[in-house]
């Protein structure tokens, strides 16, 4: 039978003089059950640390447990027993609230697919984490926003409708908005799966830009060979579990 052990944890922020040796993210032990249409191991004692401005990538085939992993290490999925520490904090055993607001301030979110609302302007979607967060004045997350669009070279098309936006140019207001708040992390589930080559390449160049110059640390889920082995570190998966790092 499955528990789930971590409900019952109280959130923890870790003592200042603790050594987790530079990592910014901390996995330990992580075990997820899917329980229909009949009990599955999906991940078994997975273990791995992330250090600051590493670009990580997750790979293995369909079925391995690489986005069950994403998912655990972004605190989207709670349901799992293990230990998960990000930027100092335990985050297993935070509540919903707690957590929705860690993710809005800590992890920035790109998906194979922009997730970009239509009927909104660039600059008007790559606000909302930051309007969400509350931190900053109207002015300032607008401000924040055209700086976020301008570095990606999207400052031109700030005030277009998403929806007139080609892929490639949806793709990094996408980008925008999951460093609208300044994360600890990017969080990429295959974030060049829905690009042509070209985009893909520019894509994948500003994220590296982004570990090199700007200090940000990436964590993608992926199936392109070369993305992964132009990353800076390959965490490979088997059946549940890291056969190779």
Same mark, same amino acid.
């Given at each position: 039978? @499955? $528990?789930?052990? @971590?409900?019952?944890r ?8 603790e ?23 999906? /991940?078994?004692?997975?273990? $791995? ?16 447990g690489?986005?069950?992993? /994403?998912?655990? #290490? ?8 293990g ?20 993710? +809005? ?11 970009? /609302? ?11 984490p ?17 700086e ?26 996408? #980008? ?18 829905? /690009?042509?080559?070209?985009?893909? +390449? #520019? ?15 990436? #964590? ?26």
């Amino acid at each position: 039978m @499955n $528990f789930n052990l @971590n409900k019952m944890r109280k959130p923890q922020v870790l003592p200042s003089g603790e050594d987790l040796g530079g990592a910014v993210l901390k996995a330990t032990k992580l075990n997820k059950f899917f329980n229909e249409p009949e009990e599955f191991h999906v /991940l078994k004692d997975v273990s $791995f640390e992330v250090k600051r401005s590493e670009f990580v990538s997750i790979v293995g085939k369909s079925g391995c447990g690489k986005s069950t992993l /994403l998912y655990l #290490i972004s605190t989207l999925d709670t349901d799992y027993t293990g230990d998960i520490i990000i930027n100092n904090e335990r985050v297993t055993g935070m509540t919903q609230n707690q957590l929705a607001r860690f993710r +809005n301030e800590h992890i920035g979110f790109v998906f194979q697919f922009h997730f970009l /609302l239509p009927e909104f302007s660039a600059i008007k979607n790559v606000m909302i984490p930051a309007e969400k967060l509350g931190k900053y004045s109207k002015s300032e997350i607008e401000d924040r926003a055209y700086e976020k669009l301008k570095w990606l070279g999207m400052a031109g098309f700030a005030t277009k409708l998403s929806s007139k936006l080609s892929g490639g140019q949806q793709q990094r207001v996408a #980008i925008a908005r999951a460093l609208i708040n300044d994360p600890t992390i990017i969080m990429g589930d295959e974030p060049t799966g829905n /690009l042509d080559s070209t985009n893909t +390449n #520019i894509v994948f160049d500003m994220l590296k830009d982004l570990s090199k110059t700007k200090g940000q640390t990436i #964590i993608s889920v992926t199936h392109d060979e070369e993305f992964a082995h132009n990353s800076d570190r390959i965490i490979e998966m088997k059946d549940g579990e890291i056969v190779k790092q």
